[in-house]
C-alpha cells in the first residue's frame, strides 16, 4: 500500500516537473511576444493610450530641424531627408515620428565643408552649424544634446555598419583606434564664438551638455541654436591666448575654457598628440617655444594619422528631454 | 499532504512568475513613454594629408641657400638662386620671404621650369649635379606680382606701429632702443600661388630668388650680416 503511494508521489512528481517546465517555456514565450508588441507599438505610434491601466504614451513633445539648400553631399546611402515644415519665411526639415533621426540641412553659413563636392574637412578648417528645436507642448523642458563624432575608414560592403558614398563603402573606426581617439582632439566643438571672446563653451563628445536658444520665437514655436566647429591647423593655437589664430581670448583674467582645455590635453594626450613614446611635456600657458615646438611635431604627427586613416566624419545631435 | 505541498509550491512559482511579467511590462511601457529622442546627422570628407617642402635645383634636399657667393663686383649686379616648392594634395601655397634690412639689396621672385638642354637663346642659371648633369633655369620670366610687403615702413625697414606693425608681437615692450632696426626683419608674402600643373600627384614649381643691389654698394668696404628666410605653408582653406 505504502508502496503504491510512494509511486504514485514520484510520478505525480514527474508530471508535475513536466508540467511546470511547459509552463514555464509558454510563460517565457508569452513575455518575448508582449514585449516585441509593445516595442512596435510605442515605436511606431506617437499617440497611444491605454484607458484601463490608466497609462498613456504621449507624442514627440519636441522635433529637431534644420534649414538650408540641401543635405551634405557626403551622407550617401545614409541620407535621408527630413519632413517639410514652412516655418516664417522659411522651410525646415525636421524629424518626426516616422523619421526620428534625418539629415543636417546645410548652406553656405551653416555647414562642416561638405556643401560641395571640392569642400573637406583638415586642419585649419573652421564652421558652425546651426539647428532649431520645434516645441510641440507648452511645458517642453529642457533638452539635454549630445554631440557624437564618427570616424569612417574604408570598408567593404559586408562590413558592419558601413556606408556608402560615392561608390564606395566605408566603415566606422572602432573607438580605441588611434584615428579615433586623435579626432576627439582635434575636432572642437563650442557653444560661442566671436572675434573678442573667440571660443568659449568647449562641448565634448558623447558628454550631454544644455545650450541657451540663440532666440525663441514664441509665435513660431522655434528656438534657434547654433555650435561652433574648429580643426585648429597649429598647436600653438591652443595654447597662446589672445593671437589672430588662438582658440581663446588673451583678456585678463581666469579663463575657464583655456584652463580646461590644458587640463584635457595632460590628461588624455592621446587625444592631441602622436609621440612614438617619446615624453610629451607639460603644457602650460608660460611653456617654453621649445616645448611648444616639441608638442606641435605630435600634433602635426596627429593629423597626419588622421588624415591617413580617416575617410570620413559623421557627426551626430541627440536632443532628449 | 506531499501532493498539497508540491501543488501549493507549483500555485506560488507561477504567481511570482506572473508578477516578475507585469513588473516587467510595466517597466518596458515607462521606458517606451520616456525614449523620445531626435537625431540629426551629417557627414564630412576628411582631407588626405598634404606635403610640402622646399627644395634646391633638381629638388635636392638643402638647408641653406648659400649667399655668402654673392660677388658684389660683378657687372650685372645680380646674384641669382634656384629653389623649388614641392609636394602633394595641395592646390595652393602662400609663399613668404623674409630678410633683415643691413645689406640694401632688392629681392625678387621669378618663377622659372626646369630643362636639362641648354636653351639656344635667353639668359638662363646652370647647375650641374655631382654626376655630371646640367640643369638650367631661364631667367627671363616676370616678377612675382600678387605679394605684397606685411611690415615694411616708407624708410624701408620693419614697421612699429599701426596695422602693419609685427613688431610688438615679437619684442613686446623693447622698441627701437633695444632692437636694431636693421635687425628686425620685413616680410614679403605672395598669397594662395596656384600650383602650376595640378595634374601631378607631386608637384615642383622652380623659382629664381634674385638679389640685385646698386653701384655704390658695391664700392662699399663695409661689411654686413643679413638673414634670408623662405617660407611656405598650404594656403588656408
Known amino acids: 500500500m505504502s508502496e503504491d503511494v510512494s509511486a504514485k508521489s514520484t510520478k505525480s512528481k514527474k508530471e508535475l516537473r513536466k508540467e511546470q517546465i511547459q509552463h514555464i517555456v509558454l510563460a517565457v514565450i508569452a513575455l518575448i511576444v508582449i514585449i516585441a508588441l509593445c516595442w512596435a507599438w510605442f515605436v511606431s505610434n506617437t499617440r497611444v493610450s491605454g484607458t484601463g491601466a490608466q497609462i498613456s504614451s504621449q507624442g514627440s513633445r519636441f522635433e529637431l530641424a534644420t534649414t538650408g539648400a540641401n543635405t551634405g553631399v557626403y551622407d550617401g546611402n545614409k541620407k535621408v531627408e527630413g519632413t517639410g515644415k514652412v516655418i516664417g519665411d522659411k522651410t525646415y526639415y525636421t524629424t518626426s515620428g516616422e523619421k526620428t533621426a534625418v539629415s543636417w540641412m546645410v548652406g553656405a553659413d551653416s555647414n562642416l565643408k561638405n556643401t560641395s563636392k571640392n569642400q573637406t574637412l583638415q586642419p585649419n578648417s573652421s564652421g558652425r552649424l546651426d539647428f532649431s528645436v520645434i516645441p510641440l507642448v507648452d511645458d517642453l523642458g529642457t533638452l539635454n544634446f549630445t554631440l557624437k563624432v564618427i570616424p569612417y575608414g574604408v570598408g567593404t560592403v559586408s562590413d558592419e555598419g558601413a556606408v556608402q558614398i560615392d561608390g564606395a563603402y566605408y566603415v566606422p573606426l572602432s573607438e580605441a583606434e588611434e584615428a579615433s581617439q586623435l579626432l576627439m582632439g582635434h575636432l572642437l566643438f563650442f557653444s560661442s564664438y566671436n572675434q573678442s571672446s573667440k571660443y568659449v563653451g568647449r562641448l565634448m563628445p558623447s558628454e550631454t551638455f544644455q545650450l541657451t536658444p540663440l532666440n525663441t520665437s514664441v509665435a513660431k514655436k522655434l528656438q534657434n541654436y547654433s555650435i561652433y566647429w574648429i580643426w585648429p591647423g597649429y598647436f600653438d593655437q591652443y595654447v597662446t591666448r589672445g593671437t589672430d589664430q588662438s582658440l581663446f581670448s588673451g583678456a585678463e583674467g581666469s579663463n575657464l575654457d583655456y584652463q580646461n582645455m590644458l587640463t584635457n590635453i595632460n590628461n588624455q594626450s592621446a587625444h592631441f598628440f602622436i609621440n612614438n613614446n617619446a615624453s610629451i611635456p607639460r603644457v602650460r600657458e608660460d611653456m617654453s617655444s621649445a616645448d611648444i615646438g616639441i608638442c606641435s611635431n605630435y600634433y602635426n604627427n596627429g593629423d597626419e594619422t588622421i588624415g591617413t586613416n580617416v575617410r570620413y566624419v559623421e557627426l551626430q545631435l541627440t536632443a532628449a528631454e | ?237
Open chain 2, 1 to 237: 499532504m506531499g501532493n498539497e505541498f508540491s501543488i501549493q509550491k507549483n500555485k506560488m512559482r507561477i504567481a511570482l512568475s506572473v508578477l516578475l511579467t507585469a513588473i516587467l511590462l510595466v517597466c518596458l511601457l515607462c521606458l517606451a513613454w520616456f525614449y523620445n529622442n531626435r537625431n540629426i546627422y551629417t557627414f564630412a570628407h576628411v582631407e588626405s594629408p598634404s606635403t610640402l617642402a622646399i627644395k634646391g635645383y633638381n629638388q635636392t634636399t638643402v638647408e641653406q641657400i648659400s649667399l655668402s657667393t654673392v660677388d658684389l663686383t660683378n657687372d650685372s649686379h645680380t646674384a641669382s638662386f634656384v629653389f623649388c616648392i614641392t609636394g602633394s594634395n595641395i592646390e595652393k601655397y602662400d609663399l613668404e620671404l623674409a630678410y633683415t634690412t643691413n645689406v640694401p639689396f632688392t629681392y625678387t621672385i621669378r618663377p622659372t621650369t626646369q630643362v636639362t638642354v641648354r636653351p639656344g637663346s635667353g639668359d638662363f642659371l646652370t647647375y650641374t649635379s655631382d654626376d655630371g648633369t646640367s640643369y638650367y633655369y631661364g631667367t627671363g620670366q616676370g616678377a612675382l606680382s600678387q605679394g605684397k610687403y606685411v611690415n615694411k615702413n616708407s624708410e624701408g625697414i620693419a614697421e612699429t606701429s599701426g596695422e602693419n606693425d609685427r613688431h610688438t608681437a615679437a619684442y613686446d615692450a623693447y622698441d627701437r632702443n633695444y632692437v636694431q632696426k636693421n635687425a628686425e626683419p620685413v616680410y614679403y608674402l605672395f598669397e594662395k600661388n596656384a600650383v602650376r600643373d595640378l595634374n601631378q600627384s607631386n608637384f615642383v614649381d622652380y623659382y629664381i630668388l634674385e638679389l640685385t643691389w646698386d653701384t655704390d654698394i658695391a664700392t662699399s668696404h663695409q661689411k654686413e650680416t643679413d638673414l634670408v628666410y623662405l617660407l611656405a605653408a598650404n594656403s588656408t582653406p
